[in-house]
């Protein structure tokens, strides 16, 4: 699990954050004013990049989140079964099932080559990049 931390304030829409176990792209920001006696607070939205749950978190501006560091990968598709292919890492040769996403489904053929995100413990196909 590769994460590194950040501060709250210091995010923005479309910054990338771990809430709830779960990497997460920011959608929404809301500073509130400080009060007499308190810190400004901060609420962030975000929804998930593997599994589109929308999740949020509300703190202090000076706390800290973690943000995750994604991997962008090559791999080849073997086979392609309903919904999920079969594919071998360019780099590592080691194969694995990955979920096909709906804006790519049709577009994923044996023998094409993809690029995958490692997040967290999770794999996720995002691009086509083409028959070789």
Partial sequence: ????????????????????????????????????????????????????????????????????IIEKKSAQVLSVQGDMANVMDAETYETFDLKIPDELKGKVVGGCSVLYWTILKDKAMKQVKGAE
């Fill in 1 to 68: 699990m590769s994460t590194k931390p950040v501060t709250v304030s210091s995010l923005k829409k479309g910054s990338y954050v771990v809430l709830e176990d779960a990497a997460c792209v920011v959608t929404d920001v809301q500073v509130s004013r400080p009060g007499k006696h308190g810190h400004a607070k901060v609420r962030l939205t975000g929804v998930g990049i593997i599994d589109n749950k929308k999740r949020e978190v509300v703190m202090p501006g000076h706390g800290s989140l973690l943000v995750p």
